[in-house]
């Protein structure tokens, strides 16, 4: 499938690259200015990943990290947002922890999640990232898009036609 | 520790907070187009449809319609005579749609690391002065 450059496509110029590589993967691309140990630091310790895991501009705070980062290791993440109330909480375990080539972890929070694998290829001084979310299958995949698609959108068009109504209201009494 | 979850409630607010906000306000101030989403919720229907059932022209639903389409809020598909009407956008466009907030999700993460790797290579440069 070749969708992932039509429509809302990324900028062209953009360092980092997504695309659906087959029917139950995802892989995400990008390069750093510095050595894979470096980079592998990021990920693997707790304190800096409390640092870059959860970007301000998308409007969410991880609350808390806890991750032991070896082989059998678990990890815990949970994040809030302005959306709710409720944490979201991210579980699931290290299914491989090469220092400082390549991680493996599942996740765990929901039923047919993904394995989630990074590698670290160092060049020249550069790192080529290159992270790969592999779904048991085809279906699992399509349900976690369709999840985030507009179509499960009716609870939020009620919502708004409530705002707008009471907009209305509002203004026909000033 | 994946994207796809957080996506469930980041959607709004990226789906939202971009220009496509305007374009989705627009289009649902009007209580007529407000109507013909929820129709369209109970099921897919022809533009004739709907033209009788808001007791409207052929002409006046067509341009409803498109301006839904432009919101990215109906599809619709023209097979044979007929131009049939739905919730969303196409699947294609869904998904596309879907990868590149996914992309941005990632873009933003990486953004932020750059910082980190950036720092933490200085400060292995100047221990290394040290030693």
Known sequence: MDATNEGDAAPANSRTKAERRSDRELVVTRTFNGPARIVFEAWTRPELMMRWWAPKSFGITLLSCEADVRTGGTYRLVFGHPGSDQPMEFVGRYLEVTPPTRLVWTNEEEEDGAVTTVTFEEKDGRTLLVLSDLYPSKEALDAAIASGSTRGFGEQFEQLDELLRTMSADGGRA | ?131
């Open chain 2, 1 to 131: 520790m994946r994207a796809a979850a957080p996506f469930y409630t980041l959607n709004y607010m990226v789906q939202y907070s971009q220009s496509r906000f305007d374009a989705s306000f627009a289009a649902l101030s009007d209580p007529t187009r407000r109507g013909v989403l929820e129709q369209l919720g109970r099921a897919d229907a022809s533009i004739t449809d709907l033209a009788e059932k808001f007791h409207m022209t052929l002409t006046g639903m067509k341009k409803h319609v498109g301006v839904l389409e432009q919101a990215g809020l109906v599809t619709t598909e023209k097979v044979g005579r007929v131009r049939t009407c739905r919730l969303g956008r196409s699947r294609l466009e869904e998904e596309a749609a879907w990868i590149e907030r996914y992309r941005q999700l990632w873009d933003a993460r990486f953004n932020e690391l750059d910082k980190i790797v950036e720092e933490l290579n200085r400060k292995e440069k100047s221990n290394g002065r040290d030693e």
